[in-house]
């Protein structure tokens, strides 16, 4: 049974009352952990003897500084590419297998702040690139709907951790999907806020144009109060907008009537399996019989963010990686006689072999001879599909989609074929593309495993996807 089938509102409430301490709450988690982490290989690291002290610190407040705390006592998983100083950070490769940050990134700054208690560090696809998150030098995460499955990538841990009920809330990030789409695997509600929103100060680059860390979470309410808490200005980070977010009880009346919900025809079309199609159809019918709008829209350029996605997203990898020299950070490899060979020995040794695909294809991308075949096209192509999404937004408040084409598949499956992998991206990388925020949260009409419902809105309009997520969530089984 799930020890944190509550919002965690309530469970911080009880912290600042006395009615539990932050202490209890953090030895449940630490104990769930403990029990659930041999099945699913969830977390990297487990941070037992931080979290007790942080909770006794919490614990000796005094009420009126524990009542200012919105996240109280609640325990965090983290994963494991954003920088918790002292605490070993290994973005799931070799390469950092033994590099402890010697800062915080800002978000843990801002949630340590609030109260949250980190119980660890948790697993994911290498350096965050990945669907599967089967693509960890420790080895997959797997579902805890069925630990035959994967948990999805790249925040597979975090997903699977939040999914099986043994942490209330946890980080990912999302480059291409890595939060919603995991989410939809493992029953999980997560949020890629606006690019810009959230401060990426503390989270190891992938593609600094794509990515943003976000809040995944079991109940809608979770998100937007972890949102409220991430969001807001920083001068570490330039592209951090510093538009604070604040959340609403407007988000969760569960009122929609008049609501404009947008159906693209291209996110609804082949390629979509049964079981997914099978899980959204009732929820929006739902939508519809509670007074919402379903409005047909059409994004014609979105056939081509896939290959967009991976030709921006690997061109930035290739220059985010070539940090990774064996001489500032992490591993290096032995017997090299020179430093050409210690280079090239430790990135051979170093990284796994889809950071390498990575590498070699974003390097090819920009070279000069291809840069404007390849890169400067998929440039282009981007701003088609954001303006795609700003024509789509004259006519709907949010746009409802699969976040992804199928339910988790069995581990091993696709493992040999990356770019059967990669098509898995289709209906996620599109919102990281026009930097709009997108939530998946889970459809009450799924059968067996978990299926995603999408939203994505205008930029800078999560509220919108709360209050959308918030509508499905009520639904009660379908
Ligand atoms: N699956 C996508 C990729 O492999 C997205 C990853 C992410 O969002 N970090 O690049």
Redesign the pocket.
């Known amino acids: 049974m799930k020890f944190f089938d509550r919002p965690i509102s309530e469970i911080a409430a009880d912290i600042q009352s006395g009615k539990t301490s932050a202490r209890d709450v953090a030895v449940r988690a630490l104990n769930l952990i403990e029990e659930g982490n041999a099945g699913l290989n969830a977390f990297i690291t487990v941070c037992r003897e931080s979290a007790l002290k942080r909770a006794e610190e919490i614990d000796a407040l005094p009420p009126e500084e524990k009542k200012s705390m919105p996240l109280c006592g609640i325990p965090l998983a983290v994963k494991d590419n954003i920088c918790t100083k002292g605490v070993r950070m290994t973005c799931a490769s070799r390469m950092l297998e033994n590099f402890i940050p010697p800062y915080d990134a800002t978000v843990i700054e801002f949630l340590e702040k609030a109260g949250a208690v980190i119980v660890g560090k948790t697993n994911l696809?290498e350096f965050?690139?990945?669907?599967a998150n089967e693509n960890s030098y420790f080895g997959p995460a797997r579902n805890p709907h069925n630990p035959a499955k994967i948990t999805g990538?790249?925040s597979g841990g975090s997903a699977a951790a939040v999914g099986a009920g043994i942490v209330p809330m946890a980080l990912g990030?999302?480059?291409?999907?890595?939060i919603r789409?995991p989410c939809s695997h493992c029953g999980a509600a997560g949020l890629k806020p606006t690019y810009g929103r959230v401060s990426r100060y503390g989270a190891v680059a992938?593609a600094s144009s794509l990515d943003q860390i976000g809040p995944m979470a079991s109940d809608v309410r979770d998100i937007g109060l972890m949102l409220s808490v991430m969001a807001g200005p920083d001068i570490h980070d330039s592209t951090c907008a510093g538009k604070p977010f604040a959340d609403s009880a407007g988000n969760y009346s569960g009122n929609i009537s008049g609501f404009r919900v947008g159906m693209p025809a291209e996110y609804f079309g082949g390629g979509l399996s049964e079981e997914v199609r099978g899980a959204i159809a009732p929820v929006i019918e739902n939508l519809k019989s509670r007074g919402a709008k379903i409005v047909d829209i059409s994004l014609p350029n979105v056939k081509y963010a896939v290959a967009t996605y991976y030709i921006i997203?690997s061109a930035e990898a290739s220059a985010n990686l070539a940090r990774y020299d064996g001489v500032r950070y992490g591993f290096r490899a032995e017997g090299a006689k020179s430093i050409l060979e210690m280079y090239s020995r430790t990135r051979a040794q170093g990284f796994g072999p889809e950071c390498k695909r990575r590498i070699m294809l974003g390097t090819y991308a920009l070279s000069s001879g291809y840069y404007d075949a390849y890169y400067l096209k998929a440039a282009r192509v981007r701003t088609l599909i954001t303006q795609d999404f700003t024509n789509a937004f004259n006519s709907c408040d949010v746009i409802i989609s699969p976040a992804s084409p199928i339910p988790a598949g069995n581990i091993g499956e696709r493992a040999g074929d990356p770019v059967q992998t990669?098509l898995m991206?289709i209906y996620t990388v599109s919102a990281n593309l026009a930097g709009i925020p997108g939530l998946s949260v889970p459809s009450p009409a799924a059968g067996g495993m978990p299926v995603g419902v999408q939203f994505m809105a205008p930029q800078w309009r999560e509220d919108l996807l709360l209050k959308a997520g918030y509508a499905v969530q009520t639904m009660g089984r379908l």
């Open positions: 696809d965050a690139m990945g669907s990538g790249s990030t999302d480059t291409g999907g890595s789409q992938f997203s990669y991206d």
